[in-house]
């Protein structure tokens, strides 16, 4: 079964609102998860890593204040996507685990189209 | 800084063709390698990974990936393959706790 939830699945909003977006560990911790998007016919990137605890360290080019990740528990991570825009609209995915030889696992995804 | 590279974009092949899709990353110090596959309208699902020990990986539905550490490849292969691959393949490195993705080979398998 799935060990890591995202939530919701699917998100349809008018342009402006801001997104929330869960992604959690169901069954161990994880002081570190990963948030990703990935654009049609596109590989996933890499936005974010989440740090239990900690300010979330961003990759090159995604902006934090627009991205806000907060990682409150060991099993929870969320990604806000404030004032969202069409060009917000995107697949994001995140997962957890993978230290220590232990495997990667991924959410479902949450598809989020910004009208 | 991590970077993954695969080579092939597309790959158009017949039925019980053999398969390889090449892959190069680069980072200083030690990986763990995976191949994902993800199948039209569904998620990414894990192949095959490396993290150490015999560098012949063998993976689910008949996949296998060799890692050579001199070239900083982590080539997937096939010997046949079926129209049930058609698929995007991706390759990704882990380094210093993050992942990182290839751009992703289309695979499309003509019946």
């Known amino acids: 079964g799935a060990v890591v939830s995202q939530h919701p699945s699917r998100v349809i909003c008018k342009s402006g609102t801001s997104v929330k977006i869960e992604c959690r560990s169901l069954?161990?911790?994880?002081?570190?998860m990963f948030w990703y998007r990935q654009f049609p016919k596109q590989s996933l990137m890499l936005m974010a890593t989440?740090?239990?605890?900690?300010?979330?360290?961003?990759e090159q080019g995604v902006e934090k204040d627009k991205f806000l990740i907060n990682h409150a528990s060991l099993t929870l991570s969320t990604l806000t996507v404030t004032s969202a825009h069409p060009e917000d609209s995107s697949f994001y995915i995140c997962?957890?685990?993978?230290?220590?030889?232990?495997?990667?696992?991924f959410g479902d995804g949450t598809r989020l189209s910004i009208l | 800084a991590q970077s993954v590279s695969q080579h092939n974009h597309h790959v158009i092949l017949s039925e019980a063709a053999s398969l390889e899709l090449g892959c190069n990353y680069s980072?200083?110090?030690?990986?763990?390698l995976f191949w994902y596959v993800q199948y039209p309208g569904q998620h990414l699902q894990l192949l095959l990974k490396?993290?150490?020990?015999?560098?012949l990986v063998k993976g689910i539905k008949g996949f296998e990936a060799e890692f050579i550490k001199s070239k900083f490849s982590f080539n997937l292969r096939k010997p046949s393959v079926q129209w049930s691959d058609t698929a995007e393949y991706f390759c990704?490195?882990?380094?210093?706790?993050?992942?990182?993705f290839g751009a992703g080979t289309r695979l499309f398998v003509k019946a």
């Open positions: 997962s957890a685990g993978g230290q220590n030889n232990q495997p990667q696992h």
């Open positions: 069954d161990f911790q994880a002081t570190t």
């Open positions: 989440s740090n239990e605890g900690s300010k979330a360290t961003y």
């Open positions: 980072y200083g110090g030690t990986v763990n």
């Open positions: 490396y993290f150490s020990g015999d560098p």
């Open positions: 990704a490195v882990r380094g210093s706790f993050k992942t990182i």
